[in-house]
């Protein structure tokens, strides 16, 4: 996970994207985790996207699992159920696309404030 992490910080500084970061970093933990948790039935792990046009920046990541993430209402008591909930706060949009292949990606967007254009990484 620290590395799919230091791939965010290093694209996104690289781009010059610094207002969105922390938001990205943590979206990415909670669905990376998700993957990993939920999805990750034959220790392939999870794949991480990043891109960027104007002022938006897209994160896409792949696993191969076939179960879709879910938003849960957890009680107070409730030790985990808060990743979707996070990232619904803090991304601007978020989806999952079924993988023709196999498995699916779960997509979020984050508006940034200023327009910025920069190629697509992938990790």
Same mark, same amino acid.
């Given at each position: 996970?620290?590395?799919?992490?230091?791939?965010?910080?290093?694209?996104?500084?690289?781009?010059?994207?610094? *207002?969105?970061?922390?938001?990205?970093? &943590?979206?990415?933990? %909670?669905?990376?985790?998700?993957?990993? !948790?939920?999805? #990750?039935?034959?220790?392939?792990?999870?794949?991480?996207?990043?891109?960027?046009?104007?002022?938006?920046?897209?994160?896409?990541?792949?696993?191969?699992?076939?179960?879709?993430?879910?938003?849960?209402?957890?009680?107070?008591? *409730?030790?985990?159920?808060?990743?979707? &909930?996070?990232?619904? %706060?803090?991304?601007?949009?978020?989806? !999952?696309?079924? #993988?023709?292949?196999?498995?699916?990606?779960?997509?979020?967007?984050?508006?940034?404030?200023?327009?910025?254009?920069?190629?697509?990484?992938?990790?």
């Amino acid at each position: 996970m620290g590395e799919a992490r230091k791939f965010v910080v290093e694209t996104l500084t690289s781009w010059g994207v610094r *207002d969105r970061l922390d938001d990205v970093c &943590l979206c990415l933990s %909670e669905v990376a985790t998700n993957a990993l !948790v939920h999805a #990750d039935q034959h220790g392939s792990g999870f794949r991480a996207r990043l891109t960027m046009a104007t002022a938006l920046v897209r994160l896409e990541v792949h696993d191969d699992g076939a179960g879709r993430p879910c938003r849960r209402h957890p009680s107070l008591d *409730d030790p985990t159920g808060r990743g979707l &909930l996070l990232v619904e %706060e803090l991304s601007d949009e978020w989806g !999952v696309e079924d #993988d023709h292949r196999v498995g699916k990606t779960m997509w979020l967007t984050f508006k940034l404030t200023a327009a910025l254009c920069a190629p697509e990484r992938e990790n």
